[in-house]
């Protein structure tokens, strides 16, 4: 990129590359801004006879044209993108969605590039018009080369960001106590509904039964005949292992437990099963409260449909601490 200075009259489509203030102090054109005809007369009123313009060497491109490129091919769903001054991209959510990050892919493209990209964290819960990431380049200018690599990158890869809307959807909801059937929704529920109503869920069934595995096992196959988006299990006893009453009346249903204890503080005795693609999750004691534990953390991602492996949530370790 070369800068020099021209004058007015001929700096007609070049780029500002430093900005442009009043005799009051005010900004009249910021750095990076596209001159336009308009643009000329009003520096020529203001009484300017030259400007520092930035102008594209061979094998460059604009930071407008890179970012938009980029952010164009590094993401996908409900979002759009909005150009933003000095060569940044906003991509914004167009309804309410989770965020699904490639961590991996997103540090590649980080250290390679003269492009950096800041996300939200993985599986964040994004409403309608909220950032779910920003672009920025370099001033003025990347190199086509560049660029092109990265392109290349998350053709092989895939998006960086996955906006995965999350529409209202039934959930189901089976409460057990080892003393007396309906305690647990007594102590659960009003938390239960709060909770499920900022994700936009909505409890389609719930039953309560004896914390003991036929009971359970056989509420659970009848929530699951209803194919509800979730299945979530309140316990008052927090289990040992999958081995007790509740993983063993998950695994008797054909559930596949992917995990059992989470790196998250509150919620680490956590049990993530799967019927399919229906995820059972059982975390005793994230219910008696509403501040934030591993639901929710978890739940933006199941609403949304994304199956989350146990290597993900092992992942959940690294800001897991939410307390």
Known sequence: MNARTLGVHESLGRVLSTPIFKLSGKKLLAKGHLLTEDDIRLLQAEGLDQVWVAELDEGEISEDEAVLAVSTNMAAGSLEIRLAAGGRANLVATENCCAVIDDDLLRQINLTSSV????????????AGQRLAIVKSTPFAVEEEQIEAVLNILKERGPIIQARPIRPSKVAVLYTDPVHAERSRHLFENVMRQRLDSYEANVSIALSCMEEESAIA?????LLKAQPAAVIVASTTAPASPKDAVGRAIQKVGCSIERFLAPVE?????LLAYQ??????AAPGCYRSPKKNVLDVLLPALLSGYRVSGWELAAFGNGGLLV
């Not at 990209?117 to 409403?127: E, L, M, P």
């Not at 509150?266 to 956590?270: R, V």
């Not at 399919?276 to 999750?281: A, G, L, N, T």
């Open 116 to 127: 950096v990209i800041a996300t939200v964290a993985n599986f964040s819960y994004v409403r």
């Open 276 to 281: 399919d693609e229906i995820p059972v999750v």
């Open 218 to 222: 056989n509420s659970l196959g009848y």
């Open 266 to 270: 509150p919620g680490n005795l956590l």
